[in-house]
């Protein structure tokens, strides 16, 4: 839905500038989604007129024009075909730059030769100008359009505007217009509503009664509840005054004639969707009058809309149609067999309320999306259709001329009973959790448009009344309004949502203002699903094996379980990622990483302990299908794992956990380590044994880690260190050694971290050798130390001292001798 400023300004009164004016949208339950500046955009653009058009001399498809600008004469190149001399046409200047269109950036007009012939500017189109989709041709302006004008003063936009762009909820109908958006201000404000008075000229009615001159016969008063139909003859199809095309090209509606503008322009102001036909196109009945038939489609019945597209309908649509043939899909749109054109004379105004479901199936089966269908399917007011189309006949009588035949055939069987709703003011706000004083919620509902009636009902049955509550009387427009608690939402809205304390809900336990634990976790899921894995949420109820299997301790079993299946707490998180994993490979989902953040559970004297762990497994190829890579088919292994575990480790705070492995591995593990922390274990990992991945029907290598989350908590650095960028440089030194085969990288780094060299900045190894002149039971490996001092240029001596004093320290405690040459 799109507003304009100026616009909104005429049915309600309020001081606002633009951006209070989204800002006080939005509180009220509106969501503006976009705010655009109108009158600058149109900088440099003028109103031209084409004096000649002549073949350009080098091209067959370009012209070559000379324009009048209003200060002189120009010459032009363009390779548009629906001109000719005498239109006038928007034409931008030299040096002026184009209005700039989301995705393309701005383009500044400069003279050029364009095939050999200098041009001074540009003749323009509805698209290059942003105004529609339209980018077939110029966009050939009125006749009466002055030579010379500004083009922004031409559509109205000389003072400046804002477009507002509005995201209307389904359930608020009544928002999809200028006087709904209006009348949430005047509620707002305490301002009234201003809305359009209806005055006919007596010169302008002196045709007989319409019940004489046109008739209405509606057949399905389940799909059409309500149908009304005005006329008037003698109408002069036209182009639209600029004020109301300027107000719907404004908003992005392209203007067509005066007749159908007017139709558009009412359902923007007001939310009514309206017809015109030509009444002369409309079969008579056998008295002679055109009668308007609101039937249900025949199967299989075939109907040309006014986009040119034939349709086949079906016996759930509903038709518009006279006593021979079909002229509209109703609520979504005409047919070309009864459109306005330029030779009508006699216009027969609808304007009915429709079953919203009926045309919300209807449009979407023919693949129909309009002003209309939008409107109607959401739920149009009943009570303004006879409003709205009197509105449409002043409009039609203002710009197009004509005689308004007295009265209106207004199809209205059964009328629904008004809707009334009590409001218990003690129940608001116990609702709401603050005091509004009675009276106060009264008066914001009355500014809403809903009537207060005395004397509710007793729900005793006493009839005397309810204390303490208002009847209220619900509006037509207010579709919305069911129940109590729909006004106790309205009275939040107007009242101040701001205004209303945020408190915890009554019977609320254990609730803290921060609870430091759950942002830990949430930063911890936050870093894993940044390292690419899934999350998973398995049961916390397993079977006693699964529970033994993965458990170091007795499990906790069930008083009385369900299942088997289902007969234990866990111990581990593992049997629900095993699960997973076999969930996913039998969808063929070979490509699995996930981690699980959960509590597991351990016996304890009266309740079961419970602790929080973390558990991580992957399988399937290292890098995602599309990968180009030459290891596009890498598989993974347990250095992905440990490589995971670092990371995350890393930015969780936990730098100083070492992989120690197992010389020994459990029995569900053929390959594992410890997770050590200081002298702590803080969990393991490993690779899945082959006879456990196939009892669950797992193919390839399966790799798991599980980790004490809890332990992990207490002992992390939370604190958050910024480094400057280095102000000096660094220095680095290359070693190779050769170490006993049994020596790990993490050895390595334990020694380097114990040694504490000074002013060393980081350690990486680069390169791993066995075979050659390596000698047996030893590998040759080598690394970059890197130093740097954060005050100066550390000195080829300061740096040689500490590096050798460093590989003199590995050498003595991991056996490591320098490799010469």
Request: proline share 7%; glycine share 10%.
């Amino acid at each position: 839905m799109k507003i304009t400023y100026h616009w909104l300004k005429e049915y309600v009164d309020f001081r606002w500038p633009p951006e209070e004016l989204a800002e006080r949208l939005t509180m009220l339950g509106l969501e503006v989604e976009g705010v655009e500046k109108r009158g600058g955009e149109f900088e440099g653009i003028v109103v031209a007129q084409v004096l000649t058009r002549d073949k350009h001399p080098n091209a067959d498809k370009l012209s070559l024009c000379r324009v009048n600008d209003g200060a002189g004469q120009r010459q032009i190149v363009c390779g548009a075909q629906n001109f000719k001399a005498g239109d006038k046409v928007p034409l931008i200047l030299p040096g002026a730059t184009l209005p700039a269109r989301p995705g393309e950036a701005p383009f500044t007009i400069k003279v050029g030769r364009i095939r050999g012939v200098e041009s001074h500017g540009m003749l323009c189109s509805p698209r290059e100008l942003g105004l529609s989709e339209d980018a077939q041709g110029l966009l050939v302006l009125r006749e009466d359009a002055r030579v010379g004008q500004p083009f922004a003063e031409y559509l109205g936009r000389a003072g400046g505007d804002v477009l507002f762009d509005l995201e209307i909820t389904p359930n608020r109908p009544d928002l999809n217009s200028l006087v709904g958006i209006a009348r949430e201000i005047a509620a707002l404000t305490g301002n009234p509503l201003k809305l359009p008075r209806l005055l006919i000229p007596p010169a302008a009615m002196r045709l007989p009664p319409i019940g004489d001159l046109v008739a209405v016969r509606v057949e399905d008063a389940d799909l059409c509840p309500r149908y009304t139909a005005r006329l008037v003859r003698g109408v002069t199809i036209g182009p639209s005054p600029d004020w109301l095309r300027a107000r719907l090209e404004g908003i992005g509606l392209r203007s067509i004639n005066n007749v159908v503008d007017v139709t558009n322009y009412v359902m923007m102001e007001i939310g009514q969707p309206l017809h015109a036909f030509d009444c002369a196109r409309i079969a008579p009945a056998t008295d002679g009058k055109p009668t308007v038939v609101v039937r249900r489609a025949r199967d299989g019945e075939r109907f040309v809309t006014l986009d040119g597209q034939e349709h086949v309908l079906s016996g759930d649509m509903l038709l518009i149609a006279d006593e021979r043939q079909g002229i509209a899909v109703a609520g979504v749109m005409g047919g070309q067999n009864s459109e306005i054109h330029d030779r009508t004379a006699d216009v027969l105004i609808e304007s009915a309320h429709f079953h919203p479901p009926s045309i919300r199936r209807t449009s979407k089966r023919l693949g129909l999306r309009t002003d209309a269908s939008y409107r109607f399917e959401r739920g149009s007011d009943i009570g303004i259709t006879d409003w709205a189309g009197l509105r449409c006949a002043q409009l039609i009588l203002e710009t197009a001329g004509g005689q308004l035949a007295e009265g209106v055939v207004d199809a209205f069987p059964h009328p629904p009973p008004p809707r009334e709703i009590v409001l218990r003011h003690a129940r608001a706000n116990a609702v709401l959790g603050v005091d509004i004083p009675d009276a106060t919620q009264v008066e914001l509902l009355q500014h809403l448009g809903l009537e207060v009636f005395p004397d509710p009902p007793d729900p005793s049955g006493g009839g005397a009344g309810m204390p303490g509550a208002t009847r209220f009387r619900v509006p037509t427009f207010r579709v919305d309004l069911k129940r109590e608690v729909d006004l106790i939402e309205e009275v939040e809205r107007l009242y101040g949502l701001e205004k209303v304390p945020a408190t915890f809900p009554r019977g609320a336990v254990g609730f803290n203002a921060f609870d430091a634990v759950h942002d830990q976790i949430a930063e911890a899921r936050r870093l894993l699903a940044g390292l690419g894995l899934n999350e998973a949420q398995g049961q916390t109820l397993v079977s006693e094996t699964a529970a033994r299997l993965w458990g170091r301790a007795e499990p906790v079993r069930l008083a009385n379980p369900l299942s088997a299946d289902m007969s234990a707490l866990r111990s581990s998180l593992l049997p629900g990622l095993l699960d997973t994993l076999r969930h996913n490979l039998t969808r063929q989902q070979e490509d699995v990483a996930v981690f699980e953040l959960g509590r597991v559970f351990s016996p304890s004297e009266g309740s079961p302990r419970e602790g929080w762990r973390l558990a991580i497994a992957l399988t399937g190829r290292r890098h995602a299908p599309f990968w180009s890579g030459a290891d596009r088919d890498a598989r993974c292994d347990i250095y992905d794992m440990k490589g995971v575990l670092e990371e995350f480790f890393e930015h969780y705070g936990a730098r100083g956990v070492g992989f120690v492995r197992e010389t020994e591995s459990p029995a569900t593990l053929v390959e594992s380590a410890v997770l050590r922390w200081g002298k702590t274990d803080l969990g393991w990992l490993g690779q899945l044994a082959p006879a456990l991945a196939r009892q669950h029907d797992l193919r390839a290598p399966v790799f798991l880690a599980e980790l004490d989350f809890d332990l992990l908590l207490s002992r992390r650095n939370t604190a958050r260190v910024s480094k400057l960028l280095p102000a000096f440089p660094a220095v680095r030194r290359d070693v190779a050694m050769f170490l006993p085969e049994a020596v790990t990288h993490e050895a390595v780094l334990r020694v380097v971290r114990e040694a504490r060299p000074a002013n060393l900045e980081t350690v990486a190894l680069f390169d791993v050798f066995r075979g050659g002149n390596v000698p047996q039971g030893r590998k040759s490996v080598a690394y970059a130390f890197t130093y740097r001092h954060a005050e100066r240029t550390l000195t080829d001596a300061e740096v040689n001292a500490a590096h050798e004093a460093l590989v003199a320290v590995i050498g003595q405690t991991l056996g490591a001798t320098v490799r010469e040459g």
